[in-house]
C-alpha cells in the first residue's frame, strides 16, 4: 500500500522528517522504494540531469509522463509526484488537461507546480477536483531566467511575500510545499506556521522533509555539486570503472567466456553446417 496524504500529515505532526527523492525511472524508482523513501518526486529537473538541458524549460509534457508512468510501475509504497513543466498550466484550462494526462496516463498520485500568488486559483482548483498539489517555492527553475540561480526571499519584503505564498498555498489546499534556495532561518519559521508538510533542498534542516536529486546524492556526474547537495556515494566513478574494465576485457578477448555463451550439440552444429546432410537440403530455398 502507498503512502497517502493522511500519512504525511501525520508525520508532520509527529514530527518524523520526511525524505523526499527524485526517480526517473524504473531501475531508480526500484530502489528509492526498497530503500523506504516514502515521497519520490519525477522532477521536470530530468531535463538536465537526463536528457541534457541546460535548463527545466525543454522539458515537455510527453517526457514528464514517460518518466512518471515508469517511476510509478518501479514503486509499491512510496506516493509519486510529477511536476508539471514550463506553460502547462498558464490557465486553469490548461492544468487541467496537462493533469488530466498525467494522472490517467502515469497513475502519478499528485502533481507540483511552482509559484505562489499567480497560481492560487489554479491550485484550488485542481484540489477541487481531486488532485493533490504540492507547491514550490523559493527559487522556482521554470524562472530561472528571470530570478537567477540563487537563494530568495533574503531581505524582509521577500520573506514576507514568501511566507504569505506558503500560507496562500495551504489554504488553496495544498497538502506539502518545496521551499527551495530559501534562508534556513525563514525556511524554519515558515514550517512553524504552515500545517502542511514543507520540504527543502537548499533551506536549511528546520524544513518537515528534504529533497534531493537523484544524481547529486550518489555522485553520478563529475564536478562539484550545488551547496545543497550532499554526495551520500561515488557511484559515477565505479561505474566508470566497471564500463572501462568492459571495454578492456572485449578489446583483449577475456570477455565473453565459455560461462557467458550458450551450448549446442556439436553433430547437430555439423548437420546444420553441411550442405549435403538431408536437413540442410530440406531448409535450403530452391
Same mark, same amino acid.
Given at each position: 500500500?502507498?503512502?497517502?496524504?493522511?500519512?504525511?500529515?501525520?508525520?508532520?505532526?509527529?514530527?518524523?522528517?520526511?525524505?523526499?527523492?527524485?526517480?526517473?525511472?524504473?531501475?531508480?524508482?526500484?530502489?528509492?522504494?526498497?530503500?523506504?523513501?516514502?515521497?519520490?518526486?519525477?522532477?521536470?529537473?530530468?531535463?538536465?540531469?537526463?536528457?541534457?538541458?541546460?535548463?527545466?524549460?525543454?522539458?515537455?509534457?510527453?517526457?514528464?509522463?514517460?518518466?512518471?508512468?515508469?517511476?510509478?510501475?518501479?514503486? @509499491?509504497? %512510496?506516493?509519486?509526484?510529477?511536476? +508539471?513543466?514550463?506553460?502547462?498550466?498558464?490557465?486553469? !484550462?490548461? =492544468?487541467? /488537461?496537462? #493533469?488530466?494526462?498525467?494522472?490517467?496516463?502515469?497513475?502519478?498520485?499528485?502533481?507540483?507546480?511552482?509559484?505562489?500568488?499567480?497560481?492560487?486559483?489554479?491550485?484550488?482548483?485542481?484540489?477541487?477536483?481531486?488532485?493533490?498539489?504540492?507547491?514550490?517555492?523559493?527559487?522556482?527553475?521554470?524562472?530561472?531566467?528571470?530570478?537567477?540561480?540563487?537563494?530568495?526571499?533574503? @531581505?524582509? %519584503?521577500?520573506?514576507?511575500?514568501? +511566507?504569505?505564498?506558503?500560507?496562500?498555498?495551504?489554504? !488553496?489546499? =495544498?497538502? /506539502?510545499? #518545496?521551499?527551495?534556495?530559501?534562508?534556513?532561518?525563514?525556511?524554519?519559521?515558515?514550517?512553524?506556521?504552515?500545517?502542511?508538510?514543507?520540504?527543502?533542498?537548499?533551506?536549511?534542516?528546520?524544513?518537515?522533509?528534504?529533497?534531493?536529486?537523484?544524481?547529486?546524492?550518489?555522485?553520478?556526474?563529475?564536478?562539484?555539486?550545488?551547496?545543497?547537495?550532499?554526495?551520500?556515494?561515488?557511484?559515477?566513478?565505479?561505474?566508470?570503472?566497471?564500463?572501462?574494465?568492459?571495454?578492456?576485457?572485449?578489446?583483449?578477448?577475456?570477455?565473453?567466456?565459455?560461462?557467458?555463451?550458450?551450448?549446442?550439440?556439436?553433430?547437430?552444429?555439423?548437420?546444420?553446417?553441411?550442405?549435403?546432410?538431408?536437413?540442410?537440403?530440406?531448409?535450403?530455398?530452391?
Amino acid at each position: 500500500m502507498r503512502i497517502s496524504l493522511t500519512d504525511l500529515q501525520k508525520m508532520k505532526v509527529a514530527g518524523d522528517r520526511i525524505a523526499m527523492l527524485t526517480a526517473y525511472d524504473f531501475p531508480s524508482a526500484r530502489i528509492a522504494d526498497r530503500a523506504g523513501v516514502p515521497l519520490l518526486l519525477v522532477g521536470d529537473s530530468l531535463g538536465m540531469v537526463v536528457l541534457g538541458h541546460d535548463t527545466t524549460l525543454p522539458v515537455t509534457l510527453d517526457d514528464m509522463i514517460r518518466h512518471a508512468a515508469a517511476v510509478v510501475r518501479g514503486s @509499491d509504497t %512510496a506516493l509519486v509526484v510529477c511536476d +508539471l513543466p514550463f506553460l502547462t498550466y498558464a490557465s486553469e !484550462a490548461d =492544468a487541467v /488537461a496537462a #493533469v488530466r494526462r498525467v494522472m490517467q496516463e502515469t497513475g502519478a498520485q499528485a502533481v507540483k507546480l511552482e509559484g505562489g500568488q499567480p497560481v492560487l486559483s489554479i491550485v484550488r482548483r485542481l484540489t477541487e477536483l481531486g488532485v493533490p498539489v504540492m507547491g514550490h517555492l523559493g527559487f522556482t527553475p521554470q524562472s530561472q531566467n528571470q530570478l537567477g540561480v540563487k537563494v530568495q526571499a533574503r @531581505d524582509a %519584503a521577500g520573506a514576507r511575500q514568501l +511566507l504569505k505564498d506558503a500560507q496562500a498555498l495551504e489554504a !488553496a489546499g =495544498a497538502f /506539502a510545499v #518545496v521551499l527551495e534556495l530559501v534562508p534556513a532561518a525563514l525556511a524554519a519559521a515558515v514550517s512553524q506556521r504552515l500545517t502542511i508538510p514543507t520540504i527543502g533542498i537548499g533551506a536549511g534542516a528546520g524544513c518537515d522533509g528534504q529533497v534531493q536529486v537523484w544524481h547529486d546524492l550518489l555522485g553520478l556526474f563529475e564536478g562539484k555539486s550545488p551547496r545543497h547537495a550532499k554526495r551520500f556515494a561515488e557511484i559515477g566513478k565505479i561505474i566508470e570503472t566497471a564500463v572501462t574494465a568492459y571495454v578492456a576485457e572485449v578489446r583483449s578477448g577475456a570477455f565473453p567466456t565459455d560461462s557467458h555463451s550458450a551450448r549446442m550439440d556439436p553433430a547437430d552444429l555439423a548437420r546444420a553446417l553441411d550442405p549435403e546432410d538431408a536437413l540442410g537440403a530440406e531448409t535450403v530455398p530452391t
